[in-house]
Each structure stands twice: as C-alpha cells, then as structure tokens.
C-alpha cells in the first residue's frame, strides 16, 4: 500500500500489521497505555548481585526474549557487549536486542547475530551493524527505527514488551536508585531508560559506582528496579562526544550557519521568550554561537534552549541569555558538569521530551529548530537514516519529534558533498515529511515550503537568497556528472516508524550500484 | 470473618469485595498496573482556561464521577471549596470526593453532603468532617482511609479510577507543568498528586501563579495536564503547618523524647549513614533535635533524614549531620526554602516513599522512626485514627507505610492524657499491627515489643527504664476511674486499609457513650 508520505510499504511486517503513515498529526490514540509489572519486595531486601551472569539468572532471561539498553555512552558504551556475551556464554539464542542506538563500538554483535544469540534488532545502528544489516538476510524480522518520542510511546503502548532493561549507571545506590550525572564516568542524562525501567518485567542496574543509599537525583527509581551490579567498566565518557563537537569550520559550512541564523533572525519569532533546539553538529553548534550573539546584541533573554546539551548551550545559560535548558542527553562533558551544578540545567527523559501520546511535548513548545539532513527532495522531504548509496547507517534521533513539534523547522544542508547532489527529485528514505518542514537552507540559497508563504516577504525584506529547492537542485547539477544509485532488493531490513506508531517508509536491501 | 489484626470486618464494603488483613507483608501482588490513559495534544494547542467551571464543562465532569485533590496546603487549602461549590452551582450531584486528606478548613462541604452534591469521600477526614460522617449515615458506602503510599497504590491498582485531578498549584505554567516550592504562595511538594494526574481521565493545573513555559521542577507535567486554570487564590502557606509545629514544653512530653532519643542511641542502629524519620508533632520534633545534638557529639553522619520537612531536619543539613532529606511535604516555611535551595533536599513522591506495590520504598530503608498514636494496646497495635471516644478524627497519613518499613519503629505516647489513660486492651481501631511496632515509650517507661527481645538487653545496659505495657497500664489504672468507652452502632462509616489494600479494621457510627 501507498501511506501519505507517498511509499509503498507492506501491510504486514513481521508478525504484526502496519499501520500507514497518515500525516503528521493525523492519529490521535484515545485508549489508555500498556499495563506495567505490579512488583513487590520483601522488607530489608538487598539487592546486590556479583555478576551480570548472576542477574541474567535472577531475571531467568531465555531464549526468544527481548532485552534493551540506553546509548548515553554512545561510542564508548561497555555494557551491551558484555551483557550480550554473557547470554552468549550461557548459551541463549534468538534475543532481541532493543537500544535506544547502536554505535561502531558494538561491532562485535556481528558475530553474535552470525551465530543465532541475536535474531532482531529494535532500534537505532550507526555504523557498521546498520551495514551489515542493509546486506539482507541477517535478521529474522525488519529492524524498527524509531525516534526518541517514538520509541517511549512505543513501550507505553505495548507495541514492544522488554523482558530484561540492563541500564548502564555511572553511580547507584544498593537499593537501585541511579543517575549519569555523577560517578567516576558520568555520561550525561540515563533518563532514556526510565520507561523501559518501569515496563520491563525485570530492570537491572549496572554501574562501576555503587554507593550507600540515596544516590540521586533518582532517574532511574528504586521502586522499578530488582537487581544491582556493580562491574569494573560501563563505558568511556571520552566517548560520549557524538560526532563533531567542534564548530565547523568550512566556508560552506559556516555560511550555511549564518544563512540559518539570519533566518531565524528575520522570522518573527525572534523575540523575548525565544526557544530553540539545535543539535550537535558542526552547523548546528555554529548557529547557536551566532543566535547568542544575536540574542546578547538584541537585548534578547530566550525561555529555554533544547539539549543535546553542550558547552555552547550551557554557555548561553550562563551568560543570561537563556532562562533555562531542558536536556535528555549529554553531548559533552561541560554539559554534564552544568547538569550538576545549574539548578536550571534541567534532566528530561524522551517521554516530556517528545512523546506523541501525551497531552503535549517539550518540542511542542520550539519556536525554531535547526537540524541536519543527509537527503532532501523537492517535496522538502528529509533522509537521515540511509546514506544515498542505500545502506541503513544512522538512527532517527530526536529528528522527527523536533521537526513536527518546532513552530519553524530549518534543514540545514549542504547542495552537495563532495560530488554527490543533496537535494533530490525523490530522498532515498522519508524520515521526516516535507509537511514539517518549514525552510531548507543549503549553501546556496534558502528555500521555504510553499505552506510557510508568511515567511517569504520576512526572508526577502532581511535580504536573504530565497531561491526553490528545483532552482538550486538544477544549479548543482550543472557542477556534476550525474550520481549513481543503489539497487535494491525485495527483502525489507528495516521499518521506519513515525513517532505516532505509524510507518512512514521501509528500508530495503542493497543489491547493487547503478 | 476476623482478620489477622483479629479484628470483625465484613466481606463485603459498598459494591467491592473486602480483602481481609492478612499480616504486614503477607500479600503480593505480582500481576499489572492498571492502564492510564492515553492523551494526544494538537501541535501548538492552548490549555488556559479562564475559570474552574470552565473546566469542569471541558472535562465533561458530571454526576457520579470523582475528583481529587492533594493536601499540601492541610487547613489552608482553598481549592476543594471552590470546586466543589462551583459544581453544586453547576447542578452536579453524586460526586465521589478523592483527597488525600480534608482538614477543618473544609467544613463547607458538610453542606454538599447534606444536599447530595458529594455522596462518598475515599481520603483522611480530619477534624469536623471526620465528626459529622462518624455520626452515620451521612455518605452512600463508608468512607476509605488510605495511608500516603497506600492511596498511591490504589491508584495504580485500580482500586479507584479518578476522572478529574484538580491540582492546586503554586506555581504552573501555560503547558501544564508545575510545582509547589515557587510562586506567591509557596506549600512545599505537591507531589502527592503525581499519580492522580497520570491516571485521572482528565487532569486540571489550578494556579494563583501562571508563568510563561516552562516552570520548573515539574513535580506535575504537561504531558499529563489537560488544562491550567489561574485563580486569585489557592491556599494559605501559613495554615500549611501540621499541628504543634513548636518543639513541646510539656514536661511529660520531654521526658517521652528525651527517653525516645536515648532508646534509639542505645539501639545499636545509631552510628555513620543513620537514618531516621520523625514527624511534625512537638515530640517528635524534640527526639529530631535530641538526636541531632547526639550526632554531633558523636561524630556521626546520617544518610537520610526523611520528612514532613522541618525546619529542624533541615538544620541537620545545613550541620552536615545528615547527607540528604527525602521530602514528600513540608511542614514549615523553612523546609519550602530549602527545597529550593539545597541540592540534596529532595522531591519525592508518595510513591517513591512507601508504595508497597513496587520493587521496595524509602520507609524500608529507614533505621528508625519515631511516630506518634491515640492509642496503643497490649498487643502493640496502635489507633491513630479515632479518639476514645470512637469519633473518626485523623488521617493514617504515613503511619502504616513508616512503621512497616523502619527496622525500629518507636511509638511515642503519654500513658495519660488529661484523665484518659491511653494503653488499653484494645485499641478503639486498629490502624497499624503491633507487629511492625517495636518499642513504645511513655514518661513512666518503655516497653519492648517481644518480638525485639535483642533490644531488651542494650535497652537495660544503657540505663533505660524498660517496663512491660501491662506493668505501665496497672501503673495509670490506679491513678484514675475507669473511662467510659463509646458504643458503637452497625453501621459501617469507614474502612482503614493496610498499605497492601486490605482492610486492617473498621470504624462503626458512634451510638453514644457507657
């Protein structure tokens, strides 16, 4: 069937139906959530088990079941590998394993889905298990992306049950209370696990920093937690960076920033009570040191600045000209310090983050967001999953909770890379609809969607390069020799989910090249 | 059928099965939470509304239905009134008033009762309220009383199903967040109504305080808040304190905190990472201060002190006799401040605090507690609920959910008041079971439970004057005439439940006195 992204996905994936993509905010669920576990302790129970092998055992994790993690250490995480080689030496088979991500770090799954111990994987894979995967015939259902709000209905929701949440902590308590802000390798926020923590039928602490009770603040609850493990390493905060941390330093890069920033700028709502999410990226974290300097020029005080948390973020707390940063993750170690020492640097979790189901979400309340893109199309549709040669590389992120909740959502991107055009007739993957979509702003000019008129005369009259995706698409290939495309396959490796549960695209294997 | 308090119940209560006592931690539940609502919010929707009627229509609230509401303001509180006067006005009838505990300030709703407006009231009568319904038959099916964390669970059991939270508010913002330590009138936590908000069909933010987005800590959340309502007036921070709020002068009194203080240094419990709770009374404030001095002199550095926050805890903190304060109310204007001030003065909620139906609670980490009673019996089972003279005039508060967890639990109480002695055969009703009560201290002596035979010894080298209940109560008998004792009609007027959902004893209408 054709959903209203206009591609053709299956009725059926897996063992379950499909819901087709019905527009940004076409659904609304009106039943009630998924049942949680009633748990129970004995008084003065102590909760401290030697071993992850121990734990395993406690929770009696067997064959088939699902068991998942957050990716608050993204490429220096130690946890899923060691938990999954424990199940590996204990001889259990066909696992799900449902992260929040996958980085390059958990390369050694390979081996692990190669021999059986992992049959499906829910969840985000950067990098070489999201290669491998994109070869087919590696898992036994289509992996599910979901972003970060998507991912928190869906448990809520019931569409995934976890068996077992192993949940990295850098400090917990005895008693199962734990955080990532403190500890000997702190990691940011853990909050990404704390409906996994409540819905698993068994969660387990595992930290290299176990103290006496209370550890806090308590982002993962003593109430949902049955065991605690303290091991030697959970993971590397050296890590924690995720890609550029740096300020980019390309021209193209940096008058693509400018542009984005002039942009904001000139919309409107650029005003006091200002708020705004940008992400991580070279472009990003230049936008956001050009709109501080604009806010400090203009006499501006912004309500709140969105997270991943940064060092540029954090400094526009600390220079007044942000109220207050509302952060799910750490995206550097200045972030973590600020989260312990500013009473205004605030832990969310994805649920007051971004959850659809909800009476409302943190980025309901974004006057403009900028984020990247590998792909856009005419359609101002928007591809960070699969890289233009098709292979399923990077996870949705908070991508499409940002771009829907954000009053103007800026794509910031550039026309070409190297020799390969960005804006195409059609992106090879729909993470996120052209319908949520405001601007698309490339090195070469800005482009608005036809829905988003009232910004043209604003944009024009601020002197900015307003030009059509088609007017800079055609400019770019004038520069190039037409780029290849991947051939695919029938075999789907992946199901991209929007964050309402629906699906708005599917991934299929890479066959070829022509 | 007698329960294990041996206490006569009935099989059934109104239209729902009673489940008997069965002891303090005999029972586990280890099926599921009931389901909470799913909510969807429209992009860049508006939820102020400009009165209370305004969202009583929204919510569609109507006859039969029920409503809750927290307590922090205690008998300063102006929100219950407002609601239930403006729906009387509304022509509503039959409602079912869910509180976490009434106080004399709502002596209005007499009225409502008597004109059918409120037919049932699941939640703590203190005071006039308490009086008029022990008169019988004043309300359709007796009334429940829950402790802090029993009313949690039942929430979250299902046991009562609320279809609008009314949530007084401090402070809130346009999106629904809020919190009770900011704003013009200030009550401390308003936690108690997290599980309210999360479950209530609908849930209503009523503040005296609206700020712009986002209002911080969001002890409530958006996601959970249908809509936000600003009033002149929610409550009276002044009337927030809970009874004597003054360290006793009482010499009886004294002697009681002096010998409890020395009861718990004794104990063998009283050494680095101590933790305790105390109440607000005037005893229990002094053995807080008695201990702190202890600590001090001791070198002796506490985990946790929990609260009712007071302004004496939180001079254990700022002395570095304690490391944290687990806070769920505050009973004093010092406590608020420093919940906004200090790092490590913490939130919790009720569930955190003492929710039996979890993976374990903060009351089971405690050392000891020091609580207080109307009454205590030989089997050291203690009524805090009805006064001798059988009028239901107290809440269980956190009594039940304290006494089960703390490893020693120390009941503080005048062998005499006025001339009614206070150690009887039996306690007028049960409330909490002699078996998780260890010691009761009196000014003519303490009494060890026989299931504490190790704390006789210690109790006896440390100078204590250990005496048994019986030798106290032959002691106090020969001072006055007998008492008169109240009797009691059929007519079931309210439940008290153990923490675990089971009813633990009853309170039958007073007939008159013999």
């Known amino acids: 069937m054709r959903n209203a992204a206009d591609r053709e996905i299956p009725e059926r994936i897996g063992d379950h139906a499909v819901r087709p993509f019905e527009g940004a905010f076409a659904t ?37 079941m699902t068991i998942s993690f957050h990716h608050s250490f993204r490429d220096g995480d130690r946890l899923i590998n060691q938990v999954v080689d424990a199940c590996a030496r204990m001889g259990i088979k066909g696992l799900t394993v449902f992260p929040t991500a996958l980085f390059p770090v958990h390369e050694p799954l390979i081996e692990h889905i190669r021999s059986g111990v992992v049959t499906r994987i829910e969840g985000s894979m950067n990098g070489p298990i999201g290669a491998f995967v994109s070869e087919g015939g590696r898992l036994t259902e289509p992996a599910v992306l979901r ?9 809520e929701a019931g569409d995934i049950e976890i068996d077992v949440a192993f ?31 409540q819905y698993a039928r068994y969660t387990v602490v595992v930290t290299n920093d176990l103290q006496p009770y209370p550890v806090y603040p308590m982002e993962i609850q003593q109430g949902w937690t049955d065991w605690v493990v303290e091991v030697d390493e959970i993971g590397d905060p050296e890590h924690i960076v995720s890609g550029t941390l740096q300020l980019t330093r390309s021209p193209t890069n940096l008058r693509i920033a400018r542009l984005t920033a002039e942009a ?13 999410q940008g992400g991580a990226g070279g472009i990003s974290l230049a936008v956001t040191k ?50 312990r020492d500013d009473a205004a640097h605030l832990i969310i979790d994805p649920g007051f983050y971004a959850n659809y189901d909800s009476r409302g979400c943190a980025t309901y ?32 992120g908070g991508h499409q909770d940002v771009a829907a909740g954000a009053a103007m959502t800026l794509i910031t991107v550039p026309a070409l890379r190297g020799r390969l055009p ?40 601020a002197g900015l390069p307003v030009r059509t995706l088609e007017e800079i698409q055609a400019e770019v290939k004038r520069l190039v020799r037409p780029a290849g495309r991947p051939v695919f396959g029938d075999e789907i490796i992946a199901a991209i989910e929007w964050r309402d549960g629906t699906v708005i695209d599917v991934v299929r294997k890479v066959e070829g090249w022509e």
């Open 28 to 64: 609304s669920q009106t039943g009630a959530k998924a049942r949680r576990p009633q748990k129970f302790a004995p008084r003065h129970e102590e909760k401290v088990l030697p071993t992850i092998e121990a734990a395993i055992e406690a929770c009696g994790l067997s064959d088939g």
């Open 147 to 155: 972003s970060h709000g998507g991912r928190w209905r869906a448990i």
């Open 167 to 197: 949940i990295a902590a850098p400090q917990a308590d005895v008693y199962g209370n734990a955080t990532g802000i403190h500890g000997k390798t702190p990691c940011g926020p853990i909050s990404f696990s704390a409906v996994d923590a």
């Open 264 to 276: 904001v700028v000139a919309s409107g709502a650029f005003a006091d009570g200002f708020s705004f």
């Open 290 to 339: 050009y709109l501080g300097d604009e806010m400090e020029r203009g006499g501006i005080v912004g309500s709140f600045g969105m997270g991943g948390g940064t060092k540029l973020l954090v400094d526009l707390l600390h220079r007044g000209l942000i109220r207050v940063i509302l952060d799910g993750q750490a995206f550097d170690l200045d972030a973590i310090a600020s989260l």
């Open 365 to 396: 309340r974004l006057d403009a967001a900028f984020l990247g893109a590998t792909e856009v199309d005419l359609e101002f549709n928007v591809n960070v999953n699969t890289h233009s040669d098709g292979q399923l590389l990077h996870g949705i």
């Open 422 to 461: 960005m804006i195409l007739d059609r992106v090879t993957t729909v993470t996120t609809p052209g319908e949520v979509i405001d601007v698309v702003v490339t090195e070469r000019g800005i482009a608005i969607n036809p829905r988003r008129e009232d910004l043209k005369e604003r944009f024009a009259a």
